[in-house]
């Protein structure tokens, strides 16, 4: 079965500092890829995603993510972190069809 | 603003007494999907509605159901809720059923279970 993982659950950073949030799925074949966040009692929000193209796709807020076919990653990536990213980060791929495969989310910590 | 809208935002209900929890959109988007997160975990697709057409998740509990009386509104029927039904629940909405098409997602309600 396919699969979508967040290695990291949790990633404390200082505010001003680069950030990189990981993601890695099961199969390169024929992938759409997605970056939502979800923050504080909120529904989740898209934050960018790969469907072809170029490889590195720009998304809301200063992020941005890599499409690495051979590695079967989709990390995200932000330059300089500000305390209002606070919030869970959710890696989410299609491949079939309509359905998201969700990882288990990374909670981006802004430490001042 | 076009938006996805649900109701209310924090539900508490007792042991075994039935819920329903309301989601209105004003996208005018043809899918419609129904979530449940728990604590620190991914979203986890209950069901969803392409128009009338209504799909059931694989392990959806017999517990939830759904109704969709319009394009605009969808409700999540909890028959007889049990406390590990406790969790946030996400209606999300996309324009067509398609693997490149963008979900939007409600703010939730958060259900407690006494």
């Known amino acids: 079965a396919q699969s979508v993982t967040q290695l990291d659950s949790q990633v404390p950073v200082f505010e001003e500092a680069p950030v990189e949030l990981r993601c890695n799925y099961s199969s390169s074949v024929s992938v759409y890829l997605f970056w939502y966040v979800q923050y504080p009692n909120q529904g989740l929000q898209l934050l960018l995603k790969?469907?072809?193209?170029s490889t590195l796709v720009k998304g809301i807020n200063g992020f941005e993510a890599e499409f690495n076919k051979s590695q079967t990653s989709f990390h995200l990536r932000k330059p300089s972190v500000h305390i209002s990213d606070t919030a869970e980060y959710f890696c989410?791929?299609?491949?079939?069809?309509?359905?998201?495969?969700w990882g288990a989310g990374t909670k981006l910590i802004i430490k001042p | 603003d076009a938006m996805v809208i649900q109701n209310p935002r924090y539900q508490v209900t007792q042991f075994g007494k039935p819920v329903t929890l309301s989601c209105s959109q004003t996208?005018?988007?043809?899918?419609m999907y129904w979530y449940q997160q728990k604590s620190s975990q991914a979203p986890k697709l209950l069901f969803h509605y392409y128009d009338k057409d209504f799909n059931n998740e694989a392990d959806t509990p017999d517990n939830f159901q759904s109704r969709r009386p319009n394009t605009s509104f969808c409700f999540l029927d909890i028959r007889s809720p049990g406390l590990g039904d406790a969790a946030m629940y996400l209606c999300a909405t996309s324009r067509v059923k398609g693997r490149d098409d963008e979900q939007f997602f409600g703010p939730g309600t958060r259900l407690t279970v006494l």
């Open positions: 989410a791929v299609s491949w079939s069809n309509y359905q998201l495969i």
């Open positions: 996208l005018n988007h043809n899918v």
């Open positions: 790969y469907l072809s193209g």
